[in-house]
């Protein structure tokens, strides 16, 4: 697609993109696309009349959160996606040639506020990189037998908090809690020593299932908007002692960080991907009849306070074993009911090299392999100062989607 708009050619957010997100202005919240450098006004572009042809809510992108936008339905939100294209189009002159709405409408992406772009009522983070849950295993248990045995069989999940999910930029508190050395009879209380990022994708549920219906697989991707990239931060010294036997607690629920624009799953479909072969055969329920997977780079980085900066994973969302349509038809197949802006999130995304591992525990095998940065320190896991930067992006003939980056900063705990 060539626009009459300037989008640089190595933007994530080319025409081909066109997310959705949530921003502030004046003060006021709004709904917004993101084009090249531009964020796109879509409640100016609305009460212009450039949508006229779809039947959508006076003050739907007036709103806080896209909550209400996306329970329009797909044959809503895609058409409204369209007609965004079309604006920006080299042959469309309905905005191009009205001055007066491009002022109002297109904002520079630099230092616009970015808030987040849904109410999550709940959060589920599952457990479905065969990579990373194989490392964890290794490490902790019996290298021999390192998945336990219902790994293979379900994708493996636990209820997170949703309201300390937060939206790039937002700092985090170093955790405290418990934690009990091994030479240790009791346990202590205190900061965490051993803070770590997760390297994750998560998808945002976009239609509503009755309590006591579930959704199929091959119906699953019709009941999801979009995906963001998540970093679902980790106390790895508290999640040891707390975790038996009833999961993780203090050690998660301090902090998730999301990229702020949704990345549709229209703008995802040309980047489908083969899922890993699963051995054993899957139950009925799980089988999947075509590609569910995609082909998503992901990128870890860490900033140090003297602004040293350093990669340290490179990995890919196509090496989940689950795929989120199994994830979800799962998630539902005993009647829960999912509603419109849950989240889910794929859980540690690993690739099969260490340079793709996608957490501090793996890449520095639990801190025995420290990480030397440019400004001469070294890393085991995050320090108080230290930022973190995840990125995505998927590239294929010439046509890049990106979702942006999420960035968080670790203050000392309080």
Partial sequence: MISWFEIPEDS??????????????????????????????????????????????????????????????????????????????????????????????????????????????????FYSSREHATNVGTMFRDPNNALLPNWLHIPVG??????????????????????KADDAELPTFGPSRLLDFELEMAFIVGKSNDLGTSVSVEEAEDHIFGMVVF?????????????????????????????PWIVTMEALEQFRSPSPKQEPAVLPYLEMKKDHNFDINLEAIIETESGAAKTVSNSNFKHMYWSMAQQLAHHTINGCNMNVGDMCASGTISGPTPDSYGSMLEITWRGSKPISMPDGTERKFIQDGDTVIMKAFCEKDGKRVGFGEVRTKVLPAV
């Fill in 12 to 125: 994530d957010f080319s025409l081909a993109n066109i997310p959705f997100g949530i921003f502030r202005t004046e003060g006021r919240p709004r709904a917004a696309t993101r084009i090249g450098d531009s964020v796109i006004d879509l409640d100016v572009l609305h009460k212009a009349g450039l949508f006229s042809g779809i039947n959508l809510p006076e003050e739907i992108f007036s709103q806080s959160v896209l909550n209400d936008f996306i329970a329009l339905g797909k044959p809503t939100t895609n058409r409204t996606r369209e007609r965004i294209q079309e604006l920006f189009d080299a042959s469309n002159g309905e905005l191009r040639d009205n001055w007066a709405t491009r002022v109002d409408a297109i904002r520079k992406a630099d230092g616009t506020d970015m808030l987040m772009p849904v109410r999550v009522g709940d959060y589920t983070d």
């Fill in 158 to 179: 636990y209820h997170g908090r949703a309201s300390s999910i937060v939206i790039s930029g937002t700092p985090l508190h170093r955790p405290k809690g418990q934690t």
């Fill in 231 to 259: 970093n679902d931060w980790s106390a790895r010294d508290i999640q040891k002692w707390e975790y038996v036997p009833l999961g993780p607690f203090l050690a998660k629920n301090f902090g998730s960080s999301i990229s």
